[in-house]
């Protein structure tokens, strides 16, 4: 595979993972993924804060601060929350490795160290080096599910603190609306179920995409148990066809650390599982990505 920005949009955090209540073991859960993202090869990577649609108006709540190096240190009777000590390793001596930001300037820096500080804005070039060498940027995601119509006032509310938005529907009536009309930049599709709540329809799915939204495909449900496997293998396949390979971003949705792959592997995954091709793959780590995070600034520079 030839050298590129790899990205994984999908590091799924619960409300435990957000704001001052963080307990020791969540926040080390969250720092040894993030850690395991950057010794894996990955540019850019997104905590998506997940919640109901019910729920929007706590969406500020849920976002995720970034992980500085603190979190990877146990702390009392804390031990196995330690981050493995190749990665606390590798992070420690990161001087070369500059953790950014987009969404919470100087938070990073002050974990690591003053002297890589932020990386601003995510505008222009996406992913581009820091001050101290290439970036991990980490950017943050709101990951709604939703089964009822989504009110447009309270989703504008809702997402404009974020990086990405995304939408996993759980009837037609979401998914239609999602495709047609929501201001969202990526739809996830639940692949893990052993029936999708919607049709494909090629009509919504070209809607969406000429709307330059992606679906997203997430590999961590085939590695945990052979009903989630058999299940994400026939819905992501029915997909990857319905879309023709295209408008697809591959991300982890990874509970923990152990379920992250490198770049390589995934694309290697996602051609055994849903029949992309690598070029395909690839697209889905890194330029469709790229694309949805380009959309979601672009929503932030119009507020």
Known sequence: MSPGLWYDLCLPCGAADAGA???????????????????????????ASTCLADDLGAAERLRVAPVGLSACDPGPGD?????????????????????CSSSWPGSIGAGIGAQHGTAGALLGHLGRPCEGGEPLTLLSRLAVS???????????EAVRGYDVVSVAPTSEAVFQQACSSLDVDIITVDISQPRLPFKLSPQLLAAASKRGVVFELQYAPTLRNQTTR??????????????????LVVSSGAD?????????????LAAVLWGLSQSQAAAALSSAPAAAVARGADRRRRR
């Open 21 to 47: 209540g963080t307990t020791p073991s969540t926040s080390g859960r969250h720092a040894r993924r993030i850690a395991a993202c950057l010794t894996l090869g990955y540019a850019v990577s997104a905590a």
């Open 79 to 99: 031990a196995a929350a330690a981050c493995p000590p190749r990665l606390h390793a590798l992070l420690t001596a990161s001087a070369g490795l500059a953790l």
């Open 146 to 156: 939703a089964g009822g119509p989504i009110p447009v006032t309270a989703w504008a």
């Open 230 to 247: 058999r299940a994400s293998v026939a819905n992501g396949t029915a997909l990857v066809r319905a879309l023709r390979g295209h408008s």
């Open 256 to 268: 923990a650390e152990a379920e992250l792959r490198s770049p390589a592997e995934v694309v290697h």
